[in-house]
């Protein structure tokens, strides 16, 4: 079993539309989560954390469900400028003195005119 | 600004040469990172940088050598380039425990072996 899960898209879009992208892991001592979105040709930035009561930026809403290990990221309003590959991302104890972050192979968005 | 640089941005190189990707950040992050990304695979560890002066092993270290030289700089090097090894490589930096912040990617360096 793949360690983090994406529907890898792509979803087409008419601005304004909401979309919503789920993702699930299989870590379940995972204890924090991320969604990060890319560009085309770019590198990965963050943009959001996730946290367990579910969180809001803007038009942009993410969900945790510890007990199903299944993270939501919701985007309503949808624009063009949101149109980009969208990653899930999940952190947890490497067991070498570190912690590492698993990458989903993430969604990608595209919004239509 | 504050960030992570890598360096070269583009890369061609024969089969069999070597090379030495660069990576500084200054945000005196403990944790670094190298990524490679290719289609249809998504972001696979190389190798990573827990603190000053340790390094190991990530995913698919084969092919590739590592050196934390300082807190700030971390490199990948490539002893034999192999066609295989064609990718966009990510660094990232993070502190050793990234929470809320995550981690922070340089913009990446395009190989490709010919």
């Known amino acids: 079993r793949k360690e983090v899960e994406q529907d890898p898209g792509p979803f087409n879009v008419p601005e304004g539309a909401t979309v919503a992208f789920n993702c699930t892991y299989s870590?379940?001592?995972?204890?924090?989560f991320f969604w990060y979105r890319q560009d085309c040709r770019k590198e990965p930035k963050l943009l959001m954390s996730?946290?367990?009561s579910g969180n809001e930026d803007g038009r942009f809403t993410a969900q945790l469900n510890r007990a199903s290990q299944y993270i939501s990221l919701l985007i309503r309003d949808s624009k063009l400028s949101d149109s980009a590959t969208y990653l899930c991302?999940?952190?947890?104890?490497?067991?070498?003195?570190?912690?590492?972050?698993?990458f989903g192979k993430g969604t990608k968005l595209s919004v239509i005119p | 600004n504050a960030g992570v640089t890598q360096t070269p941005k583009f890369q061609v190189l024969k089969t069999g040469q070597s090379m030495t990707l660069q990576c500084a950040q200054d945000?005196?992050?403990?944790?670094m990172y190298w990524y490679r990304q290719d289609p249809g695979m998504g972001l696979r560890l190389i190798y990573y940088?827990?603190?000053?002066?340790?390094?190991d092993k990530g995913e698919v270290p084969n092919g590739y050598n590592v050196s934390r030289l300082n807190k700030r700089e971390f490199s990948l090097r490539l002893e034999s380039a192999a066609p295989s090894q064609t990718s966009v490589y990510f660094c990232?930096?993070?502190?050793?425990?990234?929470?809320?912040?995550?981690?922070?990617f340089g913009s990446g360096t395009r190989l490709t072996v010919v």
């Open positions: 990232a930096s993070s502190e050793v425990q990234p929470g809320i912040g995550g981690y922070t």
């Open positions: 870590n379940s001592a995972s204890q924090s």
């Open positions: 996730v946290y367990s």
């Open positions: 991302v999940v952190n947890a104890f490497s067991g070498a003195g570190s912690y590492q972050l698993t």
């Open positions: 945000m005196n992050h403990n944790s």
């Open positions: 940088s827990a603190s000053e002066g340790t390094t």
